[in-house]
């Protein structure tokens, strides 16, 4: 006790602004090791935790300079000071607000606990539920639509808890909550490195440039803005150039890639390229088409055997390839063969599969590739926002950057 008698130059005292500078380095050290144990090893959460510990640091360092002027200086005893914090025997429990009174009646300037540090992280915490509603939210809806079938919407829809469930079981391979945690932020931001579509993107990229003796004036990939292409009549009602790709094409064309890797019904198949993604009025003049899904609202992949060179493929292996991945599709993502349904994903006919209360269509097939769309999709889930020009726009800030902001 005798070190914390305060004397008139409160010498014994300024030892403990010492020891809280030791103390903050110890205290940062032992949070290092107990992220590690529970395998919290992201940058992000190690800056939050540091981040944290100096704030309380700075914090508990301003009450002490206070208390020093304040009681301390009027000579009282440590004794005192432990006493307070007897009274206030809830005070320790509140590491957000460290005190002086957190201090232990030994005389050890135990600020902050390194365990209490956790509670700092959401680890376990609900982040989003059934009901909620957030931009955030909105990220989800797009970038798990592959897992069950969804629309950019803000909200956190039955849809939404089915496909975090779907997410949790094939990919994560946890118990299903049906509740977004940071497990399942970092998990959506690992499915985003894992599965790479930068170089698809490119290919998707409208080619009308490269056509040689085209009248109309050419895009830089993603149409001219044009509406009907100045025409009117059925065929042209639909016929606006969206200014990009859809985002969901691209987060879709992400869990075809993982249900072939992780379902071994489909391991054989690999994606060989996106051949047709945007296509704009000088394409589609210039190949005498009348279509306009693909002025960003559809994607034209090849899926071939992983073992050999498509020109090794029969046209009825590669029809087979492509039908196993309408069979991702219409399992995996619910998409639905033809245009009769709404705010789904849709995919057109092979020769070998017909719809299944009209029959075949020749309308739409697709043979050896598979063609799937978000043409169904109701307007404000095709506004420009959605369709964007790069890959990188494609995938946007990582979920773990986005929930950084949370609540602050
Ligand atoms: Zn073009
Ligand atoms: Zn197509």
């Given amino acids: 006790m005798q070190l914390y008698y305060a004397d008139e130059a409160l010498s014994k005292w300024n030892e403990i602004d010492e020891l809280f500078e030791e103390e903050k380095q110890q205290k940062k050290e032992s949070i290092e090791v107990i992220l590690y144990k529970i395998g919290t090893i992201e940058p992000y959460h190690r800056d939050f935790a540091m ?30 000071v432990a006493q307070a914090q007897a009274q206030n025997p809830t005070a320790n429990t509140d590491a957000n607000t460290p005190k002086l009174s957190n201090l232990s009646a030994d005389g050890k300037a135990w600020f902050i606990h390194p365990v209490a540090m956790i509670d700092y992280f959401p680890k376990s915490e609900i982040l989003f539920q059934k009901g909620d509603k957030h931009e955030i939210i909105r990220e989800i809806n797009i970038r798990l639509a592959g897992f069950g079938g969804n629309v950019p919407t803000d909200e956190f829809t039955e849809r939404t808890e089915k496909m975090i469930k779907q997410f949790q079981r094939d990919y994560m391979q946890v118990e299903e909550t049906g509740v977004v945690d940071i497990k399942i932020i970092q998990a959506i931001d690992r499915f ?6 930068d170089s698809f993107f490119t290919q998707a990229q409208c080619q009308c440039s490269t056509f040689k003796n085209l009248t109309e004036p050419t895009c830089n990939g993603f149409g001219l803005n044009k509406t009907n292409n100045g025409k009117t009549g059925a065929n042209y009602a639909y016929g606006i150039e969206y200014p990009g790709l859809h985002r969901t094409l691209f987060w879709v064309l992400r869990s075809i890639m993982f249900y072939i890797d992780s379902d071994e019904r489909y391991q054989h198949l690999t994606v060989e390229i ?3 993604g945007y296509r704009c009025w000088a394409d589609n003049i210039y190949n005498n088409r009348k ?15 992983k073992e050999k060179a498509k020109s090794e493929h029969s046209r009825d292996e590669r029809i087979n390839c492509c039908d196993l991945v309408r069979d991702i599709l219409t ?14 994903i849709a995919l057109e006919n092979s020769y070998t599969r017909y719809h299944p209360t009209r029959g075949r269509d020749n309308q739409s097939i697709a043979s050896v590739w598979a063609h799937y769309d978000v043409r169904v999709f109701e307007s404000k889930f095709l506004e420009n926002q959605f369709f964007v020009k790069t890959a990188k726009d494609i995938n946007g800030k990582y979920l773990q950057e986005l929930v950084k902001n949370l609540g602050s």
Avoid at 291 to 305: E, R
């Fill in 192 to 197: 985003q490195d894992e599965y790479s579509i």
């Fill in 51 to 80: 981040k944290k510990l100096d704030e309380a640091h700075e914090h508990v360092k301003s009450n002490w300079q206070l208390e020093k002027e304040q009681r301390i200086k009027p000579s009282l005893w440590w004794k005192e």
């Fill in 291 to 305: 279509s306009t899904n693909h002025m960003g609202k559809a994607l034209d992949i090849h899926v071939i055997k």
């Fill in 331 to 344: 399992e995996k993502t619910n998409a639905e063969y033809r245009w009769f349904h709404s705010n789904g």
């Fill in 274 to 276: 996106v051949s047709s």
